[in-house]
């Protein structure tokens, strides 16, 4: 999803530089020889024809030898001010963008000496040139870059607008070049492991182009890469990708699986595929409607998570489910897929097949064992058909894992992968029931004491 070589195209739709109706260009203005004759000539006639010569010069490679003889002789000449920029211009052509940030920057060295639309040009072609070159070297010139593309933003703004353009036409033609800039400023932030930095020049391209796909994909890689991760803002701005307009089916598709991913193993590796969807689901209608992240949205973490598994037993399930609210569902984190030892229950009716399915009441004592008369729970029984000769309204023990759970009204636990405890099942029809045990606060597997 690095959307930085998209910017590529710019160059060829503005042509390394601004269309605002202003005859400045990459190739410098003739300057005039002898311009003040009270102060004296800045440049002698004979140099002012050599730089001429070297302006006019249309082959790139043959210019940058006249300019290379020009520096040679006039090392500090005032003309550097139109010299420089011809070499951006001239290695541009040449596709050698070491040398156009050089000369680039040497532009921008000589200060208000260039005028402002001469220094966003070379520095708009410098953004340009860095977007090409290897990752190594973007890294290894990401500081420079950084600084080059907030310079250019500031070039940008000092540029007037001409006379014959109007103010909406002019802040729509600085649109692109403001979009570049930014996004270079946060590539090279990234490169040099500035996410904070990254963070703000992406969100500048975003405020341009709030719908674009790769500027929030990249502000959630930004968020990632924190120390700590912020992960709830990545999460959002992963989210803002998937739903962008501007998405094809497979880019949306790709970092959707990768956001759920994300949020699975910030939540320690959620068993319950289900469950994250539908976590994930919710984020993407929020994220589908909303600008910014609503201070109200979190997520648990492993931690919070763990915390709860620390003491749960299937009776605090039970008592937490039914609550409801915000318990309920963390709690639920918790307990999807876990498998969860010696459920006691009452069976209330038994569904014959493969898997054999027992329709069973939770039950905690001898008490709520008399009046149970309705399930609360279906279980799934695997590789076990003895568990068929299970008889209705008898005690039972079972090892199961929770795969799903209805809320109320209609409260109903829902296992798979069960196995009923060997003493439960009777060894022929009409074995005496036995009296259900109360259960002991056992953990469900996987959890520490």
């Known amino acids: 999803m690095n959307g930085t ?6 160059a060829l739709a503005v042509a390394l530089g601004l269309i605002l109706g202003s005859s400045s260009s990459l190739r410098a203005q003739a300057p005039t020889a002898g311009q003040d004759t009270t102060k004296g000539p800045a440049y002698t006639l004979v140099e ?11 082959v790139p490679a043959t210019q940058v030898k006249c300019l290379d003889d020009f520096i040679a002789k006039y090392p500090n000449s005032a ?9 951006v211009n001239a290695y541009n052509q040449l596709k050698n963008p070491q040398k156009v940030m050089e000369y680039a920057d040497k532009t921008v060295a000589l200060g208000d000496k260039v ?5 966003y040009q070379v520095l708009y072609a410098r953004a340009l040139s860095y977007a090409t070159l290897p990752a190594a070297e973007q890294a290894a010139g990401a500081a420079k870059a950084r600084e080059a593309a907030l310079a250019g933003l500031k070039a940008l703004d000092e540029v007037k607008k001409p006379d014959n353009v109007t103010d909406e036409d002019f802040k729509k033609q600085k649109q692109q ?50 120390t700590p991760p912020q992960q709830m803002d990545a999460f959002w701005y992963f989210a803002k990708a998937v739903t962008s307009k501007s998405a094809t089916q497979k880019q949306s598709a790709q970092v959707k699986d990768y956001l759920k991913k994300l949020m699975a ?23 589908g409607s909303s600008a910014e992240r609503p201070s109200s949205y979190t997520l648990p973490s492993a931690t919070d998570i763990s915390a709860v598994q620390k003491d749960m037993t299937i009776a605090s399930v ?3 489910l039914k609550a409801g609210g915000d318990k309920s569902k963390l ?3 918790a307990a999807c897929g876990l498998e969860f030892p010696e459920v006691p229950g009452k069976v209330i009716a038994v569904v014959p097949g493969d898997p054999i399915v027992l329709k069973i009441a939770f039950v905690t004592s001898d008490a709520e064992f008399d009046a149970a008369t309705t399930p609360n729970m279906d279980v799934k029984v695997v590789g076990q058909p003895e568990a068929a000769r299970v008889e209705k309204d008898s005690p039972i023990h079972f090892t199961g894992t929770l795969v799903a759970y209805d809320p109320d009204p209609a409260f109903f636990l829902h296992w798979d992968k069960a196995k009923v405890k060997a003493e439960d099942i009777p060894k022929e029809k009409g074995t005496p029931k036995r009296p259900v045990r109360r259960p002991a606060a056992k953990k469900p597997s996987g959890q520490s004491n």
């Open 318 to 320: 039970f008592t937490d």
């Open 115 to 119: 005028e402002a639309v001469v220094r």
């Open 48 to 58: 002012y024809n050599a730089e001429q010569a070297c302006a006019a010069e249309k």
């Open 331 to 333: 709690t639920w984190l």
């Open 177 to 226: 070049p403001m979009i570049l800039f930014n996004y270079t400023a946060a590539t090279a932030a990234m490169a040099a492991k500035d996410s904070a930095g990254a963070v703000e020049s992406y969100k500048a391209v975003l405020a341009l182009n709030p719908d674009d796909l790769s500027t929030n994909y990249n502000i959630g890689k930004s968020y990632m890469a924190m």
């Open 265 to 287: 193993n910030y939540q320690g590796g959620n068993v319950c595929d289900s469950l994250t969807d539908g976590e994930l689901n919710e984020l993407l209608q929020l994220a």
């Open 5 to 10: 070589k998209k910017w590529m195209g710019i």
């Open 79 to 87: 003309l550097l001010v139109y010299v420089y920029p011809l070499y």
